[in-house]
């Protein structure tokens, strides 16, 4: 048996084959929506991708269940668990608890693990050319290295309403009667690491063990004591920030993403035909040059991603698909590196990348307003906003600031000032970039404090808390 980890360190996301070497079948859980990674990786095993699965509908990425399912001609497989509210609006094969996948001499067993969301599945996973009980699990957003599945997003992003604490104890009762009853040796094998807003505190590590888990997480001392509310407590206690776009990644894995098929390879365009574009309102510059040349000169009306892993994390951040509807230009060295960022993008469905520019020579270009921590008291503005965290904001804040993420920002307008100008800031200025950016291409009138909450605190200036 082959089990390989496809991991996007962009999203911190991973998705898994499980492949059986004896007759060349595999399936791919959890896969992304650009596929030639993983069909390559199958290829490399000699392996055919006969199966498609997920483990619940995602809030971070567009699933690529459908993709895979379309370009292999495999069978999708989802959950068919959580009730009417929470079933799949494609067609697929629906998965219970205690139902199986065979791939070859694997058996793989759905487990209904709900907490992070109501539907959610685990598998099981037995090698049968070795063994006769299962030695792994795949567990999802359930159980991470060091850390659970948020149970709140449902509220944070998809329009609950209290939703967290059915969820927290569900996911008590999950680590009680299916978690904790596995044998100590079974691998485990989370769909997400360390940086993804799906939990609080998750650890690097690629995959970890029930026994470790049993005996080091945080949670395992109120599963000893069967205390449930202390457990609830804890584990809706700090979740992060959850960006707006994680909605709109519900909505659309319930409906099924839709399948792209082959994509066209992306080509340099003219820039006097991108201007033209950008100008009668059809096209968005992307501009992703680091954040000094961004905030030294770039493309009016543009958004801009200027650190390269985060394309997708901050491009949803950045960019309303369902509103937006311009095309996107990126800015790339070559056709190479315009495909990278394309692929990176349409992991949360942004998919009308319309070609690239390797040089802003051309276009219609401006200063963004950069303003040193000594000025910021006699900036004249309507608003000074502070786009971290809840949790960095608490910690510390520049006097009188208020507090949005940069991630809620498009998708909370009301509560931003119509008129004037805004003066933001983040913790090294990364963030502000693309918050000010994305404001500007919506029409705002932004500043940035030059070098954030850094750059104050080394200046010794008075802080808030």
């Known amino acids: 048996m082959l089990i390989e980890r496809i991991y996007d360190e962009d999203l911190a996301q991973a998705a898994y084959l499980i492949g059986c070497q004896a007759t060349g079948e595999a399936i791919i859980i959890d896969g992304r929506r650009d596929l030639t990674p993983l069909l390559e990786l199958a290829v490399s095993h000699g392996m055919k991708v006969v199966a ?30 959580g009730g009417t509210d929470w079933q799949y609006d494609f067609d697929a094969e629906r998965l219970h608890d205690g139902d199986t996948i065979k791939i070859g001499n694997i058996t793989i067993e759905a487990v209904h693990t709900p907490g992070h969301t109501p539907e959610h599945l685990s598998y099981l996973v037995t090698d049968g050319a070795f063994a006769d009980e299962p030695g792994y699990f795949l567990t999802g957003d359930f159980v991470f290295s060091g850390d659970l599945g948020r149970p709140d997003l449902l509220d944070e992003a998809a329009g609950g309403i209290d939703t967290r604490f059915v969820g927290a104890k569900q996911q008590f009762q999950s680590l009680k009667e299916k978690f904790l009853t596995l044998p100590d040796h079974v691998m485990v094998y989370p769909g997400h690491g360390a940086g993804s807003a799906c939990g609080k505190a998750l650890g690097a590590l690629p995959s970890t063990t029930v026994g470790y888990e049993r005996r080091f997480a945080w949670w395992a001392k109120y599963l000893d004591s069967n205390d449930e509310q202390g457990f609830v407590d804890e584990l809706l206690a700090g979740q992060p920030d959850a960006p707006a776009y994680f909605g709109r990644m519900k909505r659309q894995n319930r409906q099924g993403p839709a399948v792209m098929g082959e994509r066209p390879a992306l080509t340099e365009l003219d820039p006097t035909v991108v201007q033209q574009g950008i100008d009668a309102g059809e096209l968005v510059f992307f501009d992703t040059r680091p954040a000094d040349e961004v905030n030294a000169c770039t493309v009016r009306g543009s958004v801009a991603v200027p650190d390269p892993g985060k394309i997708a994390t901050w491009g949803g951040w950045a960019l309303d698909p369902e ?16 495909q990278l960022i394309a692929d990176h993008l349409v992991r949360v469905g942004i998919d009308d ?99 954030s909450y850094n750059a104050w605190v080394a200046a010794d200036l008075p802080i808030e808390k």
């Open 52 to 81: 498609a699965a997920e483990t619940h509908i995602h809030a971070d990425y567009l699933s690529g269940t459908r993709e895979i399912a379309a370009a292999t001609g495999a069978t999708a497989y989802v959950s068919g668990e």
């Open 323 to 338: 509103v937006d509807k311009r095309g996107l230009v990126v800015y790339a060295a070559d056709a190479d590196a315009a």
């Open 353 to 451: 990348v319309r070609g690239y520019l390797s040089s802003i020579d051309g276009l219609d270009t401006f200063t963004p307003e950069i303003v040193p921590v000594t000025k910021v008291d006699g900036f004249e503005r309507v608003e000074l906003l502070d786009v971290r965290a809840k949790s960095e904001y608490a910690a510390g804040h520049l006097p009188g600031a208020a507090q949005l993420h940069a991630g809620r920002l498009l998708w909370n307008q009301n509560q931003l000032p119509q008129d004037g100008k805004v003066l933001l800031y983040c913790q090294s200025g990364m963030r502000a970039t693309v918050a000010a950016n994305a404001l500007r291409s919506r029409g705002y009138d932004v500043a940035q404090v030059d070098g």
